[in-house]
């Protein structure tokens, strides 16, 4: 899981995303609990029905605006009761849909069926970002209950309110939120699924204290940009996905072999300069009585990308870890619809059997790392 | 008994949920305003208010501060 790309995706969505709109349902609970809270407040005004908010455009009117700069470092404690609440809901939430993610992949066939169905959401949630006709109207509306939960937690008057309103945030994710959530659903452990909405609501932070609370509104002059950026990079996100589950399935559209396709000589020739050169001589095809022995590494970078064998002797694959890390222990072979859970650091033994000429594909548990026999 | 108005505007800029909520939240503030149901999905809200006490302009107004764009249904 590529957390870089969701912490940058937060760093960008929370200034126009529900992180910044939530911003404003935070002003307004503590707008109102601080009127409540003052004496001097006007007590002719109607309990819970005061007014401030003379509609007249006139600038700078919105209650928020000006007392928000004069109070900034006694707004900091309910800001950051907020953002605890809100990431300990998310954080949560990702665990969650980690561990169910990880129960259904149990099968190759279905984690690929998973990942496939995440990235072709995780897309249409960036084309609906970035405002495309046709997937404008794609939108997952939480049921109307969750509005209301919020809502009433907007009104609570108790310390705590700020965080429950954070908790409560949960109940109502936009399109970018929702994408970041199926990340984690095929992050592959509840860890990683609760690293990735953590890392997400963490980078909303600084956009969402500057703009989404500050101004109440997400400021119009970036707006534009932010929206386009934010819908950009969920799209990449998305074909990212996209592609693992492309790579699992084997399917010719797969990045791995688009590149392959488009440039046959030069992976032939670094065939031959990977295979047996290296300075583990890894990877390596030995034949010894009959019997063939392929070894490839497992890093923190991925799997030696090829190796070539010979067909119809039998064969054991080898498969040497050296601080494997992630998804790259989680070595998949769609053909054979094999997944076989690599240590961080030994040797993992595979028989295939005699092999036939062709390519065998193998890649990481999430698609994101390739390699493969190509046997002659 | 006090009368009721009842205005369905319809409501451009709206990107999730929250926003939605973001603009029942802020028209619960004002006086007058007796229901508000905002939602998204339709680009719309559904506002009773007391007409003595708040005029349809206000309450364009209060949701065009928020950085939304309203209009008449």
Known sequence: MNLTAVLLTGLLAGGVSCAAVQGGLLAGLITRQRRAGQPTAPARVPAGNQREFKAPAQHGAHPTATPARATLGDDLTPVGAFLAGKLLSHTALGALLGMVGTAVQLSVRAHTALQLLAGVLIIAFGLAQLGVPGFRRFVIEPPAAFGRVVLRSTRAQTAFAPALLGLASILIPCGVTLSVEALALTSGSPVAGAATMAVFVLGTSPLFALLGYVARKAATAWRGRLALATGVLVVVMGFYTLNGGLELAGSPLAASRLLATSSTATSTAASAEANGSGPDAIPNTTVANGHQTITIAATGDGYTPTVTAKSGIPTTLVIRSQDAQGCIRAFTIPDRNLQQILPATGDTRIELGALTAGTLDYVCGMGMYTGHITTE | ?73
């Not at chain 2, 929250?18 to 719309?44: E, F, M, N, Q």
């Not at chain 2, 708040?54 to 249904?73: C, K, N």
């Open chain 2, 1 to 73: 008994m006090a009368t009721t108005d009842t205005l369905e505007l319809g409501i451009q800029g709206m990107h999730c949920g929250s926003c939605a909520l973001l603009i029942d939240d802020t028209l619960a503030d004002l006086p007058g305003v007796i229901t508000s149901r905002t939602s998204h999905k339709d680009a719309r809200a559904n506002i009773t208010v007391d007409p003595s006490q708040v005029d349809h302009d206000q309450i364009h107004a209060a949701i065009q501060e928020l950085g939304y764009r309203t209009s008449q249904t």
